[in-house]
Each structure stands twice: as structure tokens, then as C-alpha cells.
């Protein structure tokens, strides 16, 4: 990690922050009434603030969790930080919320076994956000998954995997041209891969398996399509453990490689519907100031332009497809597809549209009435009446 990493937060820090800032308080105000302990885990917490006086995680998180503190809600947060240097900093920051957070001098990755216990009986939120990829040990992070299963735990991930470094390093690995690596913007590519790069064995513990050789090794695919492949096959691993997997890319400009993705883990449908609002907002954001801050009209590409009919005709086709559902589970179904590109109010004007009758297609619902709640069924057929 370069030294001046955090003299000042970057632009695309800035939407993981935002993501993991909005995200808290509506996870926060759902698990307290688990009657639970509630631990929000930091794995490199980094100093806590940058020099130019922004929040990094550990303030964002200790901001939060003191909102629940002072509300009596059995909470605290946990912070890991290697760099002797950066814990040091860490602790100065933290000294304000002493009284429910706690800092320690550790490689997360050594800590594995204390985050398995605590997931056993608190409800365990996760933030995972190293520098590189080497923290990111597959087959180790699954042994905290696996206690979801063992104990039937709650516990949620919010992990930023470098898929982009990901691939540089295993194109390195196999020898290969690595041509096509996003490395501007101050990144330290020697941070990534370390200085004489990595082995196929490392690049194994990391994956959580030897999937990625052949992907990274097809001639056919471009760095980006190899890049996105690495992320889907590294979700699908995390499906095993996680009832839903979602992740948002994050970007510095649009449509240039991702610096990153923000992979998200749940069991809880609440969870996802609450961090698809998120992302949404986050890529609302984006797109704002890319293509109308300062502008006299929004300029956004047509292909990120809200395409109601289609999203109209997809809704609909699940319905008649897939039989009565609810509000909610159509949602759920349909972010499938449709991850953070519409918001909650869009499903319900949308579905609002479809119960009035809309291009002509007309869906159903059990009252009878075009403006329902997230449980009431919908059908594409009448409903008979009793």
C-alpha cells in the first residue's frame, strides 16, 4: 500500500463509503429486534479517518453503532488493522466511542477463528475492504460462512473483492500478457501481486478454487469479460452459504473498468431489498454527477435511461410465467435481473401501471385494487371471487 493512500479519500471510495453509511441504519433498525448481540466487524479498519479529514469505515461504523448504543441495543463494533502504523491512528480515532468499540493489532486473516465464535450467538455484520486481494482467502472467509449453516446465525458480508487485480495477478500467475489492467489513478499494482507476482497456489487460496485458470486463460474473452466472469464464478461460491449474492460495480468513470466490486451476502430477503434501495441511490449518484452536475440537461447514455416498458413487460412475464405471487416476491425475482437499476418506488408504480392495465398487459390483484402493499397476490389471471 502506497504511503499517501490515505492522505485524501478518492472519488470511488467515495460510493463504497456512501453504500456502507446508507445501508447501516436500515440493517441496524431490522436485526436489533433479533434480541441478539450485535457485532459489526471492520477486517482492516486502516486509521480510521484520512488527513483530509474524511471518515473512513471505523467512524462511519462507530457513528452508528453509538446511535443504537445510547439506545441501550447490545452493540459493538470490532476493528482489525495490521500496520502497526495505521492501528496507532486507529485507536486515537476510536478514543471517542471506547465505550462500545474495540480495536485490535491483528491480520484478520489470524482472527478467523474468534469471528466464527462470536457469529455462533451475536448477529454479525461484516465489512471486508482490504487494499489488494491477498487478504481475500476464499477458502478461509467460507469457514466464517460455514457457521451460518452449522448455528443457523445472521450474518451478512460487504466485501470489496478487486476483481480487476484479481486477473492481473492470475494473468501474471499463468505468464501471460496482463494487457488491459486498469492501473491509472494512483494505483500501486506492486501492492496487488506483490513484487515478483504470484503462484497459481495463491491465486487457488484466493479463488476458492482452480475455476479462474480457465476463464483468465481463454483468448477469446476481453480483460473486462474475463473480469466480470472472475466475479460471477466468485458469487456463485458464496451462494453455497448465502441465500442471495449481489454486487455492484464500482467505478471512477463510466464505462471503464471497475476499480472494484462491492459483493453483497445475505439469507434475508429483507436484506436484499434494502441494499438494492442502496445501490440503487449509489449508481443515481454516479450517473448524476457524471452526466448533469453542471449541465443544463441529464446527458446520461440511453442505455442507463429507466426503460419502463421493458421493465413493465419483464414484471409482467414473471407473474404469467412463474403463477400468483406477491408484490414482494416479484421483487425479489425480478432483481435478479434488475439489481439496483430500479428503486422501490419504481416496482410499485410500475406493478400500479400493470393493475390498471398497461400496454396491454393487465395483471391482478387479490382486492381487486390497483394500489396494494408488498404481501397482497398478484396474478395475470382474475382472481375468483368467494
Given amino acids: 500500500m502506497s504511503d499517501d493512500f490515505f492522505k485524501q479519500k478518492r472519488v470511488w471510495s467515495k460510493y463504497k463509503d456512501f453504500i456502507l453509511d446508507y445501508y447501516l441504519t436500515p440493517y441496524l433498525e431490522k436485526v436489533k429486534y ?11 479498519a486502516g486509521p480510521g479517518s484520512f488527513e483530509d479529514g474524511s471518515d ?12 443504537l448504543y445510547n439506545r441501550h441495543v447490545n452493540i459493538k463494533g470490532l ?5 502497526k502504523r495505521l492501528f496507532s491512528r486507529l485507536q486515537k480515532n476510536l478514543e471517542p466511542y471506547s465505550a462500545f468499540v474495540e480495536a485490535k493489532h491483528v491480520d484478520f486473516r489470524n482472527y478467523l477463528d474468534d469471528i ?4 455462533r450467538s451475536s448477529t454479525v455484520f ?25 448455528h443457523n446465525s445472521s450474518v451478512e ?4 473483492f478487486n476483481s480487476a487485480a484479481f486477473v492481473r495477478c492470475a494473468l501474471v500467475a499463468l505468464k501471460m500478457d496482463r494487457q488491459g489492467f486498469d492501473s491509472e489513478e494512483g494505483d500501486d499494482e506492486e501492492s496487488f501481486c506483490g513484487a515478483e507476482g504470484m503462484s497459481t497456489e495463491q491465486m487457488d487460496v484466493i479463488a476458492g478454487g482452480s475455476y479462474w485458470k480457465e476463464i483468465v486463460s481463454a483468448p477469446e474473452l476481453t480483460f473486462l469479460e474475463k473480469e466480470e466472469k472472475i466475479t460471477e464464478s466468485y458469487m456463485k461460491q458464496m451462494n453455497d452459504y448465502f441465500r442471495i449474492v449481489r454486487n455492484y460495480p464500482v467505478q471512477h468513470k463510466y464505462g471503464r473498468l471497475p476499480k472494484y466490486r462491492l459483493i453483497y451476502g445475505t439469507r434475508h430477503e429483507d436484506g436484499i431489498l434494502l441494499m438494492n434501495e442502496t445501490m440503487y441511490k449509489a449508481r443515481e449518484q454516479f450517473l448524476k454527477e457524471e452526466f448533469f452536475d453542471g449541465r443544463l440537461f441529464d446527458e446520461r447514455p440511453l442505455a442507463e ?3 419502463i416498458s421493458l421493465f413493465a413487460t419483464r414484471l409482467f412475464e414473471i407473474v404469467r410465467e412463474g403463477g400468483p405471487t406477491s408484490r414482494r416476491n416479484l421483487k425479489l425475482v425480478a432483481m435478479k435481473e434488475f439489481f439496483c437499476c430500479y428503486n422501490n418506488s419504481d416496482y410499485s408504480k410500475t406493478v400500479e401501471k400493470l393493475l390498471k392495465g398497461f400496454e396491454g398487459m393487465k395483471l391482478y390483484s387479490r382486492s381487486g385494487k390497483p ?5 397482497e397476490s398478484l396474478s395475470a389471471k382474475p382472481f375468483k371471487q368467494h
Fill in 34 to 44: 433479533l434480541q441478539k448481540p450485535i457485532c459489526i466487524i471492520d477486517c482492516c
Fill in 116 to 119: 466464527r465464535s462470536m457469529a
Fill in 371 to 375: 394500489r396494494i402493499n408488498d404481501d
Fill in 305 to 307: 435511461s429507466k426503460d
Fill in 79 to 83: 476493528f482489525l488493522e495490521k500496520q
Fill in 126 to 150: 461484516l465489512y471486508v475492504d482490504p487494499y489488494g486481494i491477498k487478504e481475500l482467502p476464499f477458502s478461509e472467509l467460507s469457514e466464517i460462512y460455514r457457521t451460518i449453516i452449522e
Fill in 157 to 160: 458480508v460487504l466485501l470489496n
Fill in 56 to 67: 473512513g469505515s471505523p467512524l462511519i461504523i462507530a457513528k452508528h453503532i453509538q446511535g
